[in-house]
């Protein structure tokens, strides 16, 4: 969690107060009294690693399997769109072919987490966690897929509730051996 300054969680104080005025609500009734001091609380935790832009809780351990893929699916997520500041969610599929080194498998969870803490959009969460494994694992080959249903979409504008979206990052040998690249693309797609 983010540990926000006296003045930040004043301007986020203010700032809610303010929103609920301009919305017509009443600041001051008894519902909604506490709701800036609340607010500033889910956004530590929403908001947590804004401006990080290494991931540094992990552990590296030496393997001689080289060939073979890890994939970690299925991995649930939650993020902020950057343009309305409303929620988009799903999950996360990331599979790697190492070259000598292995992530602690718990720790791509927590780099997906890590890296969905912060206002953005979709492509660029995918290319984060992509460019994070990256750096750190150094794999032959790597792939991260990413699904998710965006409130943006849902619950105003458009309004087209269950809409998925999809944005997927192939690298290397997970781009150019049809094998793995297929193999994940057929797991990822059978969930
Ligand atoms: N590519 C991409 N677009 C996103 C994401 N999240 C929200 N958006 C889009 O950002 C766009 C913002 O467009 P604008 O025209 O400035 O905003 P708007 O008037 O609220 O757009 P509508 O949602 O179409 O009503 C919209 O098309 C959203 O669907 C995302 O993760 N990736």
Same mark, same amino acid.
């Given at each position: 969690m983010k540990t926000f300054n006296n003045e930040q969680i004043l301007k986020l104080q203010t700032g809610v107060t303010d929103l609920l005025a301009a919305i017509g609500d009443d600041p001051d009734r008894s519902g909604v009294i506490e709701t800036p001091e609340r607010v500033v609380k889910a956004h530590a935790e929403i908001f947590a690693h804004t401006g990080e832009t290494q991931f540094s809780d992990y552990k590296l351990f030496d393997t001689t399997q080289d060939a073979d893929m890890v994939v970690v699916e299925g991995i649930p997520f939650y993020s902020m769109c950057e343009h309305h500041l409303l929620p988009f969610f799903g999950t996360v599929d990331v599979s790697y072919v190492p070259d000598?080194?292995?992530?602690?498998?718990?720790?791509?969870?927590?780099?997906?987490?890590?890296? %969905?803490?912060?206002?953005s959009v979709q492509e660029n969460l995918t290319h984060l966690i992509a460019d994070e494994m990256q750096r750190i694992v150094h794999p032959k080959g790597l792939a991260v897929n990413v699904t998710a249903r965006h409130m943006c979409m849902e619950m105003r504008g458009i309004n087209q509730p269950g809409t998925q979206t999809n944005t997927s990052i192939y690298r290397d040998l997970l781009k150019t051996d049809?094998?793995?690249?297929? %193999?994940?693309?057929?797991?990822?797609?059978?969930?």
């Open positions: 000598g080194e292995i992530i602690g498998l718990s720790k791509v969870p927590r780099l997906v987490d890590w890296a %969905s803490r912060r206002p049809t094998f793995l690249r297929d %193999s994940f693309a057929r797991r990822v797609s059978q969930r």
